[in-house]
């Protein structure tokens, strides 16, 4: 197989979808990898460790999109790289399509196999390769949050695990998935005032064991949304409803009755944000805007903020998806490994996602019956 890595585009993206190791393993198993030229130099990887490895050097994207049967990515193809795609290649990446219409049907008029890492999904309903991603979002989220809440960042000044005679910053986790749990390990961590609310009281009960009791919980439900809010040095939003668009969970009437210089990190951007005041994803040389006197955070890539260590967890979890699929070829791979099934969001100018057809009112197509499964 052809294997291409285009360099991010994404603003302040990091992170590059194939590390040196992760080269050197399918050059050994005869396939052939293009990288473009600096794809990883931000975050330590240099074309000399690639070419080491194995890899082909190329200088431009438009190269390795030329080349390449499958392209490995991080982000969701931008605007700018939609006339690169060739038709019925591969592309494994985040996708998000549920709030990508556009992208959506560029995937589907050029007969793209998109398979899509956050629905990649085992029979526990587990998600492993969306869950190092999470996993970090969740810990960036409270140092993202402390830092905002600094004077110069314009926030109140408030030190999350104060001092000695000065009460913490309350901290208010909107979600008890892996995000939210992450994010309560970090607060935790640092000395915070924590609660996480969820509708799931079974989460909640295995939050309350996790920590032993140092994390309060609730139910969430308008009410409790309310109540604590109001009280909340900073809130992150944590909710991620699989392969569909986030529901507005806090509304604005509720971040008006927020405090002066509080703020809010929204995870759930990626999937459109729980939150009503904000209207769209931010970029990270532009994370923040004030709205109602909070400082409202809203990027859709946080782990890019630390995207060696990034990089490197996303790799352990799509090399052995990478490999299926270019050691036993698609079709293959996919009947053999059904989270990989799962994972298909489009596939010869079909829509294979049923959420997403849904959110965008596009007709779904059966995976199975494309492919004679």
Known sequence: MIIGVPKEVKSCESRV???PSSVKTLVNKDNIVYI????GAAIGFSDDQYESAGAKIIETAKEVYDKAEIIVKVNEPQKEEYELLKSNQTLLTFFHLAIEPELTQVLLKKKITAIAYETIEKEDGTRPVLFPMSEIAGRMAVQVGSRYLENPHGGIGKLIGGVPGV???RVLIIGAGVVGTNAAKIAIGMGANVTVIDVNPEKLSW???????????????????EKFIKRADLVIGAVLIPSKKAPIIVKEYMVKEMKEGSVIVDVSIDQGGIFETIEKPRSLDDPTFKKYGVVHYAVPNIPSCVGRTATISLNNYTMPYIEKLVSK?????????PELYKGINTYKGKLTNPYAAKALGITYSELSMLIGF
Do not use: M, W
């Open 17 to 19: 979808a194939l590390i």
């Open 36 to 39: 473009q030229k600096d794809a």
């Open 167 to 169: 009460y913490p910053a």
């Open 207 to 225: 939050i309350d064991n996790k920590f032993n009791g140092k994390v309060s919980t609730a139910i969430s439900n308008e009410y409790n949304l």
């Open 329 to 337: 070829g698609f079709i293959a791979a996919v009947k053999s490994t």
